[in-house]
Structures are given as structure tokens and as C-alpha cells.
């Protein structure tokens, strides 16, 4: 018998319908009902690609001994991480106050008022590895409610305390100067793998936003140490088993500091970033690696996660079935030497285990190995290579496949639509840039309403009822306006300008700091804000740079006042955590370039036209904006960049601005690329 989770359109939550915990969902309901009954909330979050959510389902959460102890003493509520992101914060920061450590399964119990008091992850069935099973747990917290009550909401109130005594001050922000990313690059070298590429040990994560900032830093200061990071890490990464060697696509993070055995979940904001990164390393250095990888990760993100509406699904699962009828991790993408041979035959089968580091003892589980590119060059022969790929691209498809999570997060649509709309640009793909636009066309039909307020998700055509949060309004008119620069329709840029007005209305204090949720959201034990990068941008540092675009474009000294003082926060985390404000980094270095303000006017039939807009997107200055418009077309009135444009001598022309200083408009490709180099 389903429970309350039925009628949900949460594919995580309708996971957990049938379950015999009598979940419910996050509502004021529940908490109604915990406080009738006199009993704590369970309070589990996950997602639906998330290996151990997987696990403890089905060790605890299908078990009808464990649900009917859960539903005698507590109300539970199931929540989805990415559908509820605020949440997942609030509950997030204290649960790793409290242990420090967090992730998901998130197990919190919380009072009747909301307010937590004993925290946790996952939680196994019988005790191991010192963790206490999750009955014990369980009974422990049912103990302590009925007998030490008093006593348990007095922690859960100082915790909520000490959770308010948290929030950011801002004291006069100023942006950071160049010595902050200077220092920053400091900070990084001494992290870096050297060997391996990456910073840090296992697990390892995709540095996405850190890479960023490096490559715009050595586009302004010229840093070779900068770039070398950004390559080896590249490189690194694009031969190892975080990246799918046969049907392109990252994994979330290696459990290894090599990049060699993937923890398998796909995500969509992951290879959203990674698309970029890539395209953004090809701009800089021409290397014919990152172009395939941003073209085969571009291809992936289409072909795996693109949905009937238009908008591109969340993931895809870690686990899919064996082939015996076992769920196990990763079983879509590891092979064994005796499966290549079955595959491709007895010499191709032992030249693709050589090729792809297949062994017999295997590099993940049960002899299986994880297909990477170790042994430095490719091979002679890259028409065996397609062949071997093709051929077992093809046997993989035969396999079950793992589960998608076909809900549409704003957000991470909109750094979806900033990759392929610039990879789309970079490599003649016209399709890419389509794909682009019919996401951008769904965020904007059906995500954003007539009051500037964006839906945090949807699915099958249907908005969802969360709202967006500071991450949704700044990605996607990231992506709106990287749309802009690449097709020049300004409707795109005016809906940029419809989300950012919103967030300067409701999501930015007096001072200049951010919030993570409106001013008018729900109210939850405390207003979450949290700068810091984790395996996205953070909601504040990309408000940052698509306010500090947006200003270019416009001319609008609210919308770059309100950046540099977002920025502020840069100045005091960079020097000390660079790796977990990548993204701030990255608005700070168009910040100290300008950024440059790039209009190319001309008819759009001239290949003239084509030509300087291609050199304009080209450029590697850090956060460049570049507009593109027909002189006195009103399409370029609209946009103040193009205003008072001509053409010079009839030409095609491209204007390049700078801290308020213009350089002479030319139609000359080579002299515009040159004023970029500058």
C-alpha cells in the first residue's frame, strides 16, 4: 500500500512510495501531526541517483520490522535534496556542526518545532565498523524523547542558536584586487597533485569552478603555473575512469586520488561544468583533447539527459542490474578481459584490455575493471580505437541501464544551457546551440512566472511547487546570457534581467551580502547562506559574476555596485579555502579585467559579421560579454552596448570597451583579436 508519497512528482520520493515507513512529505502537515501525537520527526534526505540512499532503503527503510518501530515513535518525512535545497542546508550545516563530517543519506530527528537534535548519515542494519546499527539508534532517540524530553529540546534550542550565530557579516564590502587571486594561486599550487592532477586526496572531486578561475588568471596575468594546473588536471581526468571512455559523460568523483574508479552516478551539473571547462582549456591552448571531451561530454548531456520538454534530466543512477538480477554499483560501465573478447574477438579483445588498462585481477570489484586511458599517447591506429569503442558502446547499450532522474532543476538546466550554447559557438554545432535554446525556452516558459519568481523544478511539463532559490535565478541567467552572446536575440538578455531584478529585491541585504532563499520564502529554523562553491557554484559567487555581465551589457552601475559588493566575500575566503570559491575567484578576475565589453554590429548575412562575433566569443579575457546586432535594428536598440554602433565604412565593426575607455572600432579580425589579447 503506497504512502503519502504517491501523489508526489519527485522521482526520489516516489522511490520511497511503497516503502512501509509511513513517510511523509516535508509540510507543515507533518509537523502538525508530530506534535498531536507527542513524538519526533525523522527527518531522512537523499536523492535519486545516490548510491547509499539506495542502500539504506533497502536494508532499513523496506524492512517491516524497522517501519513499524519508526512509525510507532516518530512521524517520518522523506525530502529530496535537489528538490528541496534550503532544507538540505539548514539541516546540512548541523549535521556537520555537530560531527563534522555530513553527506547523504542525511538522518536528522528533529522536535516537533523543527529543530534539530541528534544527527546522522547512514545508518546500517546491525552495527559495524563502530557505527551503531540504525535500530539501535532508533530506540536510543525514543528513549531519550519519552525520558529526558526537557532535556533534548534544550540541545535542540542551543543548536539552533548556535546555527543563528552563524550568519555572515558585512562589514563595508569591498571587491578583491589582484592580490587576493594571486594569493589564491599560491594557495592551490601548494594543494596540487602534481602526479595525478586535481588538489587533494580521495576521494577526489572535479575542481570545476577552481579551474575556471586558473584559466582566467592566466588569461590576465599571463601565468604559466596557472595554465600547467588547468592542462594536468585536464588531462588527467579525461584519460581516467571518472570519464566514461566509451559514451563520453563525467562520473560524480573518483574514490581514488588517481581518477581511477568512479563513484558511477552521472550528474547533470557536473558535466554542465565540465563541458565548459573543457571548451574554455581548448580556447585556450587549442588542445585537440579538451575539444573532444567538451563535444563528447556536450553529445552525452543531449543524447542521455535530454527530455521530450526540452530541458535536460538531473542523472543518472550509479546502480542498474547486473545481468543476474542483482542492483549493483557501476555494473552499466566496468568489464572483465573475457567480456571484451566476447565482444570484439580474441585480438581486438586483448589490444582494447591493453588499451582501456582492463585487467585480470581488475581495478574495481569481482575482477571488473573501470575503462581509463593511463599509458600517456593515444594509439597509432585510431580507426581500431573508433571501431573497439563503437562496437563496445554498442554491446553496453544491450545492458540494463541505469535509472534516470528525469526532474528538471533550473539551475543546473541553466549551466547546461551555458555549455552548449558557447561549446555549440567554439566548434561549429549548430545543434548544441539548439539544444541550448530549447532549454532556455522551457526555463522561461514554464519555470519563470509573470512576477520574475522561478520554479526550483519540473517534470513532465508540470512546474514543480518548490521555490527557486538564489542558485536557480543566478545559474540560469548565467545561462541566458552566455545564450545572448552566442545568438544575439535579446530576449534572452531581458530575461536575465528579470531574474537578476529579483534577486536584488529579495535575495540581497542592505549590505550587499546574499541569501540563499527569498526574503519571503518559508521559514525554515534559520535563513540559509552559505558563499562557499561545493559541487556547484554557490548561489552567491554566480549571482556575482551574472550580475557583473549583465552590467557590462546595460550600463547599470545598481547591477555592478551590487556585484562588487557580493564580491566582498571573495577578499575574505579566498587567501584561505581557494578551492571552495573557485567560482568567486573567477568573477573577481572579470571583475580586475574590466570585464571587456565587446559589440560587433553588422548584418547578420554578411560572413563578415560571422567572422567578428567569432573572434569576439574566441577571446579568453575573463568574463567578456559580447554583443551582436544589426545597426538600428531594434533588437540592438534594445541593448545599450549596441546603441550609437555604426558601421565604419559600411564594414561589419566590433567595438571593445574597458573601465568606461573604448578602443578604435575596427572590422578587421586580427587587429580585434589582438585588442583582446591586450
Not at 545572448?484 to 531581458?494: K, P, Q, R
Not at 551590487?562 to 568567486?584: D, K, Q, S
Request: proline share 6%; with cysteine.
Amino acid at each position: 500500500m503506497a504512502n503519502r508519497l504517491a501523489d508526489e512528482t519527485s522521482p526520489y520520493l516516489l522511490q520511497h512510495a511503497d516503502n512501509p515507513v509511513d513517510w511523509w512529505p516535508w509540510s507543515e502537515a507533518a509537523f502538525d501531526e508530530a506534535r498531536t501525537r507527542g513524538v519526533p520527526v525523522l527527518l531522512s534526505v537523499g536523492y535519486a541517483s545516490c548510491h547509499w540512499c539506495h542502500v539504506m532503503a533497502h536494508e532499513s527503510f523496506e524492512d517491516e520490522a524497522t517501519a513499524g518501530y519508526v512509525n510507532s515513535h516518530f512521524v517520518p518525512v522523506k525530502v529530496d535534496r535537489e528538490e528541496r535545497p534550503d532544507v538540505d542546508a539548514v539541516y546540512m550545516e548541523a549535521v556537520q556542526a555537530a560531527t563534522g563530517q555530513g553527506g547523504w543519506p542525511m538522518t536528522v530527528f528533529l522536535t516537533p518545532a523543527a529543530e534539530p537534535f541528534y544527527f546522522g548519515t547512514y545508518f546500517p542494519p546491525a552495527p559495524r565498523h563502530g557505527m551503531p546499527s540504525f535500530r539501535q539508534v532508533l530506540e536510543g532517540v525514543a528513549t531519550a524523547w519519552s525520558d529526558r524530553r526537557e532535556e533534548v529540546t534544550d540541545v535542540a534550542g542551543r543548536i539552533v542558536r548556535d546555527l543563528a550565530a552563524r550568519s555572515i557579516r558585512y562589514d563595508q564590502p569591498q571587491p578583491p584586487g589582484p592580490e587576493e587571486p594571486a594569493t589564491a594561486l599560491l594557495e592551490l599550487t601548494r594543494e596540487f597533485d602534481a602526479e595525478r592532477g586535481g588538489f587533494g586526496g580521495a576521494p577526489k572531486f572535479p575542481p570545476s569552478m577552481a579551474l575556471e578561475f586558473l584559466l582566467r588568471h592566466h588569461a590576465r596575468t599571463g601565468s604559466d603555473g596557472a595554465l600547467e594546473m588547468v592542462q594536468r588536471t585536464c588531462e588527467a581526468m579525461a584519460r581516467g575512469g571518472i570519464y566514461d571512455q566509451l559514451g563520453g559523460g563525467f562520473a560524480r568523483y573518483s574514490v581514488d586520488a588517481g581518477w581511477v574508479v568512479p563513484h558511477f552516478e552521472k550528474m547533470l551539473y557536473d558535466n554542465a561544468l565540465l563541458c565548459r571547462v573543457y571548451a574554455h582549456a581548448w580556447r585556450s591552448t587549442g588542445s585537440a583533447m579538451a575539444r573532444r571531451v567538451a563535444l563528447e561530454t556536450a553529445d552525452f548531456m543531449v543524447r542521455e539527459l535530454g527530455t521530450p520538454q526540452g530541458g535536460f534530466a538531473s542523472a543518472l543512477d550509479a546502480d542498474s542490474d547486473d545481468g543476474d538480477g542483482r542492483h549493483r554499483e557501476g555494473a552499466y560501465y566496468v568489464w572483465t578481459p573475457a567480456q571484451l573478447t566476447d565482444v570484439l574477438g580474441e585480438e581486438d579483445g586483448q589490444w582494447a584490455a591493453a588499451y582501456f588498462g582492463v585487467t585480470d585481477e581488475g581495478t574495481f570489484e569481482e575482477g571488473a575493471s573501470v575503462l581509463q586511458l593511463r599509458d600517456g599517447a593515444q594509439p597509432s591506429d585510431d580507426s581500431r580505437a573508433a571501431s573497439v569503442r563503437e562496437r563496445l558502446l554498442s554491446a553496453r547499450g544491450r545492458r540494463p541501464r541505469p535509472e534516470r532522474d528525469d526532474k528538471v532543476v533550473a539551475a543546473w538546466n541553466g549551466l547546461a544551457v551555458a555549455a552548449l550554447a558557447e561549446t555549440g559557438a567554439y566548434f561549429d554545432r549548430p545543434d548544441l546551440i539548439e539544444a541550448a535554446s530549447a532549454a532556455a525556452h522551457l526555463l522561461t516558459r514554464l519555470h519563470l512566472n509573470g512576477d520574475g519568481r522561478i520554479a526550483r523544478t519540473s517534470r513532465d511539463g508540470t512546474a514543480g511547487s518548490g521555490a527557486g532559490v538564489l542558485e536557480d535565478y543566478a545559474d540560469v541567467a548565467e545561462g541566458l546570457l552566455s545564450l545572448y552572446s552566442v545568438t544575439g536575440e535579446a530576449a534572452w538578455l531581458d530575461s536575465a534581467g528579470v531574474l537578476l531584478e529579483t534577486v536584488l529585491d529579495h535575495f540581497t541585504d542592505a549590505d550587499g551580502a546574499l541569501y540563499d532563499t527569498a526574503d519571503d520564502a518559508e521559514a525554515l529554523i534559520r535563513r540559509p547562506q552559505d558563499p562557499t562553491d561545493s559541487s556547484t557554484p554557490s548561489g552567491w559567487t554566480a549571482a556575482a559574476q551574472a550580475l557583473l555581465s549583465y552590467a557590462a551589457y546595460t550600463g547599470s552601475s545598481r547591477h555592478r555596485d551590487a556585484a562588487e559588493r557580493a564580491l566582498g566575500i571573495v577578499r575574505a575566503l579566498a587567501p584561505r579555502a581557494p578551492r571552495f570559491i573557485g567560482w568567486g575567484l573567477a568573477a573577481a578576475e572579470a571583475a580586475l579585467d574590466g570585464p571587456r565589453e565587446i559589440a560587433v554590429v553588422g548584418p547578420h548575412t554578411d560572413p563578415g559579421t560571422g567572422t567578428l562575433h567569432r573572434t569576439a566569443l574566441l577571446a579568453t579575457a575573463p568574463g567578456a560579454v559580447v554583443a551582436l546586432g544589426e545597426p538600428g535594428s531594434p533588437a540592438a536598440l534594445d541593448v545599450p552596448l549596441l546603441r550609437d554602433r555604426p558601421l565604419l565604412d559600411g564594414n561589419p565593426t566590433a567595438y571593445v570597451c574597458r573601465n568606461f575607455t573604448c578602443d578604435a572600432p575596427t572590422a578587421d579580425p586580427e587587429v580585434l583579436e589582438q585588442s583582446l589579447r591586450n
